[in-house]
């Protein structure tokens, strides 16, 4: 089948080997694990448990405040050693639960349900706000709010995201891999909350082994198939897959169901197939352990709380001087400065710098090359964005469509002079979030 | 434990109590970093790496703790990964790309084309790092911006150019066009081009001296009729001889008009009827160092588009106007106006099409925008060409382009993802 693509974006180095290769192993259980109330975007979940309490593994431990929140479960059986603030990867210290694991693994899941099909699909949005969903590709948005578009807004079309476009990650390919049947089963049900019977899961040409496993399972699943596309980055931000696969343009401040379109990651749909033929919350994701700077890069099962520096541990610990710690990919992950920090449900890597390769260049002014323009997949003039935002003009990049940037970094990547355009950007986006928060 | 309480207050405190423990019994064992990290195994080596690198005063050299200590690392914001383009690639490729051009140039021209160069591009680079100096800026001439700029202001001179207007053109081109704005990335004019026509106005007689090519006075200068009675034998003292032979011994250079003037002013004379096409397109032609053979330039201009260095928006839209213009009034009036082979291949149209207009700095950002800027240089090029008062249009019309780069960018930005209607949209949210 023919890959598509969209206008725009970059190639950068994908370094997806020798990670890729390696299969899915588990983790082991550290001697603490540290469960953050702040997993998702929305409000952060309220404690449920205090001080000295005997927790299970999939125990309800942290309640949504709101619809736009997700639940958080115990990871492990044991007992809470504190309920306090931790360090959180975002850099500062957030409200979370600390437990202490006995080793024992008393499950506290929720019923199975067999049929799912048969269901109503209430119960199963139900299933998957209880089991604590969040988007896993890297944004962390609650899922159970995706399955609950507003009647006026028809879905359509459901795309399952697999590109996983970020270099070095390898979570979603394996994933893709190793548990075909576990991911289309998500699939299904997802499609089916949403009123559908298919579904398209879009893959890069990178990942030939996926795409196999992905097609190969798609025979026993009708109204499933595969779309391989180009490999290109940003591809996995919905607003490019959508116009990779469709054409369609999601407009303008708009979200993908305003074109009717839902999209959810590859490794969402596995949990969600747990949360609901096994009543299992989210409390482990597969996380990619990789860069130069580790020993033996790893694809790990993780439970989630598990700090940074057990799973460094796991894999041989640092190979050479680590200069960045990032958690996620290269292009939009966050570097972290503190190892203590714990897994949350959305990590899907972490990816260790050596010194040597971290950038340490001073930068120039814009030379109006235009790289950064071409980039852009948003069409947007990040050159313009950044000088306004230099200058501390927040106005005028407002005017220039500020707010319209997803962050994905192709401009800073392209930039021949080094310019942190994406730190200008955010800077100038935080000052506009201030200006209209205080109207 | 002291050993560990200085290892946490240097670093960034982590981990949980166990481990920490597990970091004193190690720094009881007094190992040396270096032979850690090299010989034992895998999971100590781990602890050792961790160690923070820090300089360790000589009387401290035997605590050199393996201990539970945590790297210092670098945290900033994404992406953490850069492309290999940088602004010195960038500006030593289009040098590079000038190359075949100046080549051309020194070989048409001997050793007063090298001369010139070389003033140039020396000159220039010397003179961004003092001002820059001078004004306690950061000294950047090794990203080639200047020795480029130095470069394109002496294949835009006549060979031979006395070199104290070389000087002056340098200290124009880089302190007056580039560093009196704000340096690299902020002047609205091209640097070399704003030189160049200070020179044209300051000194008229050096700026259009134009040597013959070495075949040319091989060849005993150019047809008559062609180069009119303009070709003219002179010393080293620059006074007019007759050629003769008694003459022979001491004329120093033969000058002549350059193929624009001549059809403009002469062409009563038939001069157009004595073009030789391909004598332009080697570069056998009287003129600028660099601007001669359109095929040295086409080159250089060709590796640039396939590197991606610059796009074919300016160029194509440029040569295309050009040839527009000159196809027309070349029908209408076949005797007059030459054709469009001849306008490309004369002048400086190659290299200012391909070097100069597309010169990031001042030609707009944006493809619709480098259209209307190629189209606007065509015209303007044409208009001075076959009316204005100057043979050559190519350096004003650059200048003025320039001068509307502004204007063009903001009237021609992209219009962002999601404006775009497909059928079917639906009302977008906010």
Redesign the interface.
């Known amino acids: 089948m023919r890959s598509v693509t969209f206008p725009g974006g ?1 190639h ?2 994908y370094e997806k080997e020798p990670v890729a290769s390696r299969t899915i192993r588990e983790s082991t259980v ?3 694990i540290v469960i953050q109330m702040t997993q998702h975007v929305g409000a952060p979940c309220r404690p449920l448990v205090k001080k000295g309490d005997k927790v299970k593994m999939g125990q309800l431990v942290g309640e949504a405040a709101g619809f736009v929140s997700a639940p958080v479960h115990s990871s492990v059986s044991g007992r809470v050693i504190s309920v306090d603030r931790a360090p959180h990867p975002l ?1 500062m210290e957030l409200p979370s639960i600390i437990v202490e694991p006995d080793g024992e693994d008393e499950r506290e899941f929720m019923e199975p349900i067999e049929n799912p099909l048969d269901e109503d699909p209430k119960i199963l949005k139900e299933r998957v706000k209880d089991a604590g969903l969040v988007g896993m590709g890297g944004a962390a948005f609650p899922t159970h709010v995706k399955l609950s578009p507003p009647p006026d ?1 028809p879905i359509d079309t459901v795309l399952f995201n697999g590109t996983e476009c970020e ?1 070095y990650l390898t979570a979603d390919d394996r994933v893709m891999r190793e548990m075909p049947n576990r991911v289309l089963k998500g699939m299904q049900i997802a499609a089916y909350i949403l009123g559908l019977r298919e579904g398209v899961v879009c893959i890069e040409t990178n990942k030939p082994e996926a795409i196999e496993a992905i097609s190969k399972e798609c025979e026993s699943f009708p109204g499933f198939r595969v779309q391989p596309l180009e490999v290109k980055y940003p591809q996995g931000g919905e ?1 490019q897959l959508i ?1 990779a696969v469709f ?9 993908p169901m ?3 379109v839902m999209v959810f990651n590859v490794n969402t749909c596995g949990a969600i197939c747990d949360a609901v033929y096994e009543g299992r919350p989210l409390i482990t994701r597969i996380t990619t352990v990789t860069g130069h700077g580790v ?1 033996t890069p790893a694809n790990l099962r993780v439970r989630l709380g598990t ?1 940074i ?1 057990h799973l ?2 796991q894999c ?11 958690l996620g990919g ?11 920090v714990p897994v949350l449900k959305s990590v899907g890597g972490v ?1 260790v ?1 050596p ?1 040597d390769e ?2 340490d ?1 001073g930068y ?8 950064c ?1 071409r980039a852009c ?5 990040p ?1 313009e964005l950044g000088n306004y935002a230099e200058k501390r003009l927040w106005e005028e990049a407002e005017d ?2 500020l707010m ?1 940037c997803m ?1 994905c ?1 192709c401009c ?7 310019r ?1 355009l ?2 200008f950007i ?1 800077t100038a986006r935080a000052k506009v979030h201030e200006k209209r928060s205080k109207k | 434990m002291s050993e560990k309480t200085t290892e946490k207050t240097t670093g ?1 405190a ?3 109590p ?2 920490a423990e597990e970091g004193v019994v190690r720094s009881g064992e007094n190992a040396k970093r270096e032979s850690v990290s090299d010989e034992k195994a ?2 100590e ?3 050792a ?2 160690v923070r ?1 820090e300089k360790v005063g000589e009387d401290k050299e035997s605590k050199i703790s393996v201990a539970e200590a ?2 210092l ?11 290999t ?3 010195p ?2 500006m030593w490729t289009v040098f590079v790309c000038l190359l075949p051009a100046t080549a051309v140039g020194v070989y048409r021209f001997g050793m007063d084309a090298a001369v010139v160069l070389a003033t140039c591009v020396g000159s220039a680079i010397i003179f961004e790092a003092v001002i820059q100096r001078l004004f306690k800026k950061e000294v ?1 001439v090794s ?1 080639g911006s200047a020795a480029l700029t130095g470069l394109l202001l002496g294949l835009n001179l006549p060979a031979g150019c006395p070199i104290y207007v070389c000087l002056v053109g340098s200290l124009v081109a880089v302190g007056i066009a580039k560093a009196v704005f ?5 002047n609205p004019f091209n640097p070399a081009i704003t030189a160049r026509v200070f020179l044209l106005i300051s000194f008229p007689v050096a700026l259009t001296t134009w040597p013959l090519t070495n075949q040319q006075v091989r060849e005993g200068g150019p047809p008559v009729q062609y180069f009119g009675s303009r070709t003219t034998w002179k010393d080293s003292g620059g006074r007019v001889l007759k050629q003769d032979s008694a003459n022979a011994e001491k004329i120093d250079v033969v000058t002549g008009a350059t193929p624009l003037p001549a059809v403009k002013n002469d062409y009563k004379k038939g001069s157009l009827s004595h073009i030789n096409y391909m004598d332009l397109f080697l570069g056998n032609q009287p003129g600028c160092i660099g601007e001669i053979s359109a095929l040295a330039l086409l080159l250089g201009g060709l590796v640039l588009l396939l590197m991606g260095y610059i ?1 074919w928006h300016i160029p194509l839209a440029y040569l295309f106007t050009v040839a527009l213009i000159a196809s027309v009034t070349h029908m209408i009036d076949p005797g007059r106006y030459a054709g469009p082979l001849f306008h490309w291949f004369t002048g400086g149209l190659m290299i200012g099409a391909f070097f100069m207009a597309t010169d ?2 001042t ?1 707009p ?2 493809p619709k925008g480098k259209l209307l800027f190629g189209l606007g240089l065509g015209l303007l090029t044409m208009l001075i060409r076959l009316w204005g008062g100057y043979p050559e249009g190519v350096s004003f019309s650059i200048l003025l382009m320039n001068a509307a780069t502004p204007l063009i960018d903001r009237f021609t ?8 209607r ?1 059928a ?7």
């Not at chain 1, 054409?247 to 979200?255: D, K, M, N, W």
């Open positions: 970059i950068p180095d550290p001697e603490r850099g807004k270099p607003k116009q054409g369609r343009e999601v407009p303008a401040g708009g979200l305003d074109c009717g020993q700090s520096s460094l541990d041989g610990g640092f190979s050479r001087e680590p200069g960045k710690v990032i290269p292009m939009m992950g966050v570097a972290i400065h503190d190892l203590s990816l710098q010194r971290v950038l260049q120039g002014p814009c030379i109006r090359c235009g790289n323009v997949p948003m069409r947007l003039i050159n220039r469509d319209d962050e970094g800073t990547y392209v930039c021949p002079a080094f942190p994406i730190h955010r | 960034v982590i981990d949980d166990g481990r895998s999971e080596k781990v602890r790496k961790k690198q945590p790297p690392l670098v945290s900033s914001t994404s992406p953490h990964v850069h492309g383009e940088t602004v690639k960038i950047t990203d704000g340096g690299l990335g902020h796009t990031y700095v030609s950002v944006y930005r992209p219009k962002k993802y999601g404006l775009k497909w079917g949209a639906q009302q977008g949210g906010n």
